[in-house]
């Protein structure tokens, strides 16, 4: 009964690739590019929770394409199970390469070996993972979130520096930290308190998660605002919670960026335009454009060449003190 309802699950699986291949405008191809000639990259998106991801995901689409490399995109809508699905349903289907945003950090070890077993190379890719055996993928490439928390520790203590705080007198920040378990946000967190630590005049006197989400933000500033009326400082892993923090703050009659210093990360479009209207004091860049590299990493794995393990992109940091007229259109 069980290798039967094996069969059937292994049997549904392949008719759904087929089905997949076939309503995205190609009739069902042979297995393997090496019949078809072109490479054929299985890439599993998180989903679709910021404008960042929205740009990270065009990105890469944008690259592939024209670079002839023929894209199975899965949307995972925000569920680990949905990217484990997805990418054994790309080494069913026998892909050149794998590649992935993995939404948490922890329990990819078991695919990754099914895919390591079936000689496809795995890229990671925006955010990172922590696994067992390393060899289980070929390299990562994308944001340094350790850096990017560290910066916007940096910016405080510029921003803070002879303003006569102390230990006893201390400036209160609030976290609202990303998806839970993600790299992101732990990485971010693990850079600012990093920097924090040796200045005890700065305090996180409250940290929350709003999952990457302008909802989340809004609805956690409500709270946190009923709760706190002492806040010195917001430190918001993502644009996205931020924006709904300031939409929050301003229902309360609070001027952000003057009352309370706001510090964000990503440097959406949105963010950038509430720098330059003094809503909010630094801009923290997370860099989504990182399709081209992307689509050429996975184009050497297919070729079976080695390439480097950690590409970190480059990133910037833009603040109050800037020539904030000279910062160009976002494009996210
Ligand atoms: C960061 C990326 C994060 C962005 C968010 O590398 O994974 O996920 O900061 C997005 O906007 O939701």
Redesign the pocket.
Known sequence: MIIMAMRESVFFRAALIILMIVAAGGCAKPKKSAETGGIILGFSQ?GA?????IC?TRSIQEAAAAAGVQLLFSNAEQKQENQIKAIRSFIAYQVDVIAF?PIVSSGWDNVLREAKDAGIPVLIT??KIDIQDESLYAGYI??N?VQEGRDAAEFLLTKFQDQGASAKNPIRIVELS??TG?S?ADGRAQGFREILAEYPEFRIIYSESGD?LRSKGYELMRSILKDYSDIDVIFS????MTLGALDAMKEKGLNPGTDIVIVT??AEQAAIDALKRGEVNCVIE?N?KQGPQTIALAKQLARLETIPRLIHVNETVFSEGDDLLSIGPRGY
């Open positions: 998180i929770e910021s404008a960042w991801r990270h945003v925006d955010r994308g944001t979130s990303g998806t993600s992101a990457f892993h993502n644009d996205g990360v990503d997370c989504p």
